[in-house]
């Protein structure tokens, strides 16, 4: 098969995938309002979107941020120059290859006449970028194996990529250097280019290549005579110097046909810089076709991402785009672990073994979740426990260099996963703070439904959320429910209590009502009294209990001290303990 032929084989199948990967951003949904959304109606928001941020000011801000985030690379600078200059040689390194090396005769003959890629500045610029790539994958490598980084975690798409990148480079240079050194591959250039036949002339050119130009001949060796060079050179200008510049210009490849050059000879009957040239080409046609369906795919959707973040607005754009760009993040994600190591509950994953706990690993699974793939049971628990335990607290996605907003992933994620209602829940953190923040932002039956399952689940165990009269009476006193709270020291805070009320006037909570008492039962001040009192029914029948945003406004407030958070948190752990115990 010819090259031009595999080469269109690879580039047809990679515009297939990459028609099929793009795609999957208008078809895949993440959130309950993307629901909604019809495939047809997101391209078309997408196509709107686009033509009126280019015919506006807006493409002022996408110019900036295509020269300082995507050339210069600078969210990256911010957080580590090793891994900035790591990227940058790969990135940089990688697609000026592509686009003038590999895909040369599309782009480089169209651009330049007279190229050939043994001449410079080609042969000189395809070296340079190859060792940008391969000091790139050195330091990769260095970061993940030997410096160790802090939760990166190297999953199999890693290796693959760095396997991949390493086979195309290595092969090129050595490639080049078995073709410096191959006599039959001289020999062959001779015939078809320089039309010498004078046994002389073709000796005096033979000894000019061996000294110049690496050639290993089996029938001449150096020092040679200077008249014989000088006839060599002359014949060297005449018939070949149009084609080949200096060999010490592709100087890794040359470097290499140095050190090779004592086994050239072997090295050519064994027809070596043929199979190198099989595999290096086999390796960048595998590269490309496979490229849409790897990580390597970041280095388009990364891009598209921070241009599409710079320009985009929850609120303002149509949330049809909106939805759109947040499945397309999931490709743009390059798995560097920045955000697991800046991430306020990835402490967890040192205790809980369960990868999605890291918001680097969680975008895997929620890829899978986002493409309607039937997942097994325990796949799904360990999705929820990751995104259950996240705070929201933003701290991810300030840090992520392809500018990703993951806090707004894992929100949607986890409504998805509330609203379908799967039946584990843990250490309640859906019925947040930062899900009271968002309240206005979602549908009202949505937002109560958790919540009013919360409560019937703890209502079908506890025996005071059952009676249905005003005037309750009261429960006995607990006392082992009492010494239960005691998880963390805050939490038996409640014993100094002076019944001030201070944490229910300025609880946003209790504000929302007209009736508070009737609306929420309990209020934060009472609740620390029931928890004094050891009244356990009476503590976790309260509505207020399941309401609490985690705000923390009473617990700043409090003249005493007391962790009024911290109590109400752990009452509704207790809670949900004592349901489960009960369950049993
Ligand atoms: S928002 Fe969640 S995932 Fe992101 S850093 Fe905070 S806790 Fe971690
Ligand atoms: S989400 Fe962002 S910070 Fe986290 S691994 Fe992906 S690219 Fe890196
Ligand atoms: S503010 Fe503090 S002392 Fe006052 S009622 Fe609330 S918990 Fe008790
Ligand atoms: S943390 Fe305190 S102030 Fe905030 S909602 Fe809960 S009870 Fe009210």
Known sequence: ?????????????????????????????????????????????????????????????????????????????????????????????FMLLLLMHALDKYITVALFNNYYPTINPFMFLRNLFGVFVILGVAIAIYRRFILKVPRLITNAMDIYTIIIVAVIMLSGIFLEATKMVAYSDYQRMVNEYSGLSDPQELKALEAYWVKEFGTVS???????????????????????????????????????????????????????????????VLACWVGLAYLPFSKMFHIFTSQ??????????????????????????????????????????????????????????????????ASGKKLSPQALRNIQEGVYLCTNCYRCTVVCPVGINLQDLWFNVRETLLQKGYPEFFALSPLSFYRGLMREQTVRKDYEKPL???????????????????????????????????????????????????????CPVVSNYD??????????????????LGLRDLAFGSNMLWDCLTCYQCQEQCPQGVSVTDVLYELKNLAIKHVRERAL
């Not at 493409?59 to 210069?72: G, M, R």
């Not at 592709?250 to 090295?267: E, N």
């Not at 609306?519 to 934060?524: I, S, Y």
Request: with cysteine.
């Open 1 to 93: 098969m010819s090259l031009s032929t595999s080469l269109t084989i690879a580039l047809a199948i990679f515009g297939l995938a990459l028609i099929y990967k793009v795609s999957t951003w208008f078809r895949y949904k993440i959130g309950i309002q993307s629901i909604e959304i019809r495939t047809s109606e997101r391209v078309f928001s997408a196509l709107k979107g686009i033509l009126l941020t280019v015919f506006s000011p807006k493409i002022l801000t996408l110019l900036k941020v295509f020269v300082l985030d995507v050339l210069l690379q600078l969210r990256i600078l911010k957080e580590d120059f090793l891994r900035w200059f790591m990227h940058l040689c790969i990135y940089g390194g």
């Open 218 to 280: 089996p029938n001449l060796k150096g020092p040679f005579d200077e008249k014989i060079l000088a006839q060599g050179r002359d014949l060297h200008q005449s018939s070949c110097a149009e084609c080949h510049a200096k060999p010490q210009w592709a100087f890794a490849g040359y470097g290499t046909a140095k050190v090779i050059s004592p086994i050239g000879l072997k090295i050519d009957r064994a027809r070596l810089p043929s199979l190198l040239w099989y595999l290096h």
């Open 304 to 369: 598209l991402s921070l241009l599409a973040n710079s320009v985009m607005e929850k609120g303002k754009s149509f949330p049809a785009n909106i939805a759109t760009r947040q499945v397309m993040e999931l490709d743009a994600c390059t798995h560097c672990g920045t955000c697991s190591l800046r991430c306020s509950v990835a402490i967890v994953f040192d205790e809980i073994p369960n990868i999605n706990i890291l918001p680097s690993e969680k975008i895997a699974s929620v890829k899978a979740l």
């Open 452 to 506: 009013i399952r919360a409560r019937e689940a703890i209502a079908s165990q506890c025996d005071l959320m059952k009676r249905k009269e005003k005037v309750l009476p009261l429960t006995p006193a607990d006392r082992p429910f009492q010494s239960g709270l005691n998880l963390s020291a805050q939490a038996r805070t409640f014993s100094v209590c002076f019944g001030c009320q201070t944490c229910t006037t300025v």
């Open 515 to 532: 009736n508070p008492q009737e609306a929420l039962g309990l209020l934060p001040h009472q609740i620390m009294h029931a928890a004094g």
